[in-house]
């Protein structure tokens, strides 16, 4: 089972980001965190990498639901999206699979809600311009 749903989007990579965010925002998340991991290893480590953003999304229902439902989710969340700059200069962006995620937990009763996450992350990647 694949972890991620990705896709290669003809987007620039700060366009890619916008659009990331705007489109999760029309689906109830918001970004809570955002890793700049370029300029971390840059300053951490003088290390050049290509560009690669983690945005930290959260859609606030479904993590209440989550949390009355398994009082430890909140190590596993938010959910991860990446934003990342390829080799070759094309971008791609990668969405968690929460159902893949929850599996480790082993409580079922988390099954409905991550297949609900699942469906509005996927549509996310999904509604991004293709390369």
């Known amino acids: 089972m694949s972890y991620t749903f990705h896709k290669i ?10 659009q990331t965010t705007a489109a999760l925002k029309e689906r109830g998340f918001g970004i809570l965190t955002e890793i700049d991991v370029t300029q971390t290893f840059k300053n951490k480590l003088d ?25 430890k989710i909140g190590a596993m969340l938010p959910c991860s999206v990446i934003v990342q700059e ?33 469906a509005l992350l996927k549509e996310t990647v999904e509604s991004l311009p293709a390369d």
């Open 9 to 18: 989007t003809s987007l620039g990579f700060d366009d890619a980001i916008g």
């Open 47 to 71: 290390v050049d990498f290509r560009n690669y953003r983690i945005l930290g999304a959260c859609n606030p229902s479904f993590a209440l639901q989550a949390l009355e439902v398994e009082n």
């Open 86 to 118: 390829l080799p070759d200069g094309t971008v791609e962006v990668a969405a968690i699979d929460p159902v893949a995620s929850m599996q480790a937990i082993g409580n079922p009763e988390l099954d409905a809600i991550s297949r609900q996450v699942q």
